[in-house]
């Protein structure tokens, strides 16, 4: 490979092509295999007091499945990396209403809880980047830098300089994202078959 320098001798790179600025290359295990399930259940029931009223009640229970920690990258050294957040059984009640006080008008209500899930990029992210040796290890160096590969050569084993990987884990108190929203709307009948409506929802999340 050639020798790139500046006119005062300033070394500017090695390779086949002019220097290029900078480099980037992940090192590790060639995959990894990651499974969750999610498990859930709803139940509900309807009533109808009067001909213009009928009010709705119901659950949803779900949870997720998480996966077990991989052994061959778990690190002792940070005990927060070595388990997965524990997960129960989340329960979301929903309740609706609608009553038709007459005139074709319509008014409708509905709330509910409702939870959501740990994405799997997160979770592959925790399993993976454990400040282990063993796991993914992302390299970023310049032309001058020792041990930096000529163009366009890349990594083949780990470099001459090795610094100590980042770590991702979860919060001791973690909890999954939850979502309070209740809607309201009224309709109108109008001749010829034309229906108006006007809606208003309101959201609070927590966690998010």
């Not at 997160?122 to 163009?151: C, R, Y």
């Amino acid at each position: 490979g050639k020798v790139h320098t500046a006119s005062g001798g300033e070394l500017l790179g090695l390779g086949y092509l002019p220097c290029y600025a900078w480099y980037t290359q992940r090192i590790g295990p060639s995959n990894w295999q990651l499974s969750t399930n999610d498990l859930a259940a709803f139940v509900t029931e309807q009533w109808q007091p009067t001909r213009r009223l009928t009010l709705s009640a119901g659950v949803r229970m779900d949870t997720e499945q998480l996966p077990p920690t991989i052994a061959k990258v778990t690190n002792p050294a940070l005990p927060d990396t070595q388990k997965l957040p524990s997960m129960t059984f989340n329960w979301a009640p929903r309740f609706g209403l609608a009553w038709a006080p007459g005139g074709g008008t319509v008014v409708r209500f509905g709330a509910g809880l409702y939870y959501g899930r740990i994405g799997n990029s997160v979770i592959l992210a925790a399993l993976t980047q454990t400040g282990s040796q063993n796991g993914d290890l992302n390299f970023f160096s310049k032309p001058t830098d020792a041990g930096a590969p000529p163009f366009p050569y890349v990594f083949s084993t780990l470099p001459q300089k090795v610094v100590t990987p980042g770590a991702v884990s979860f919060a001791s108190r973690f909890r999954i994202p939850e979502i309070d929203q209740a809607v309201f709307s009224l309709e109108q009948r109008l001749p010829s078959h034309w229906l108006v409506s006007a809606s208003a929802m309101a959201s609070l999340g927590r966690r998010l």
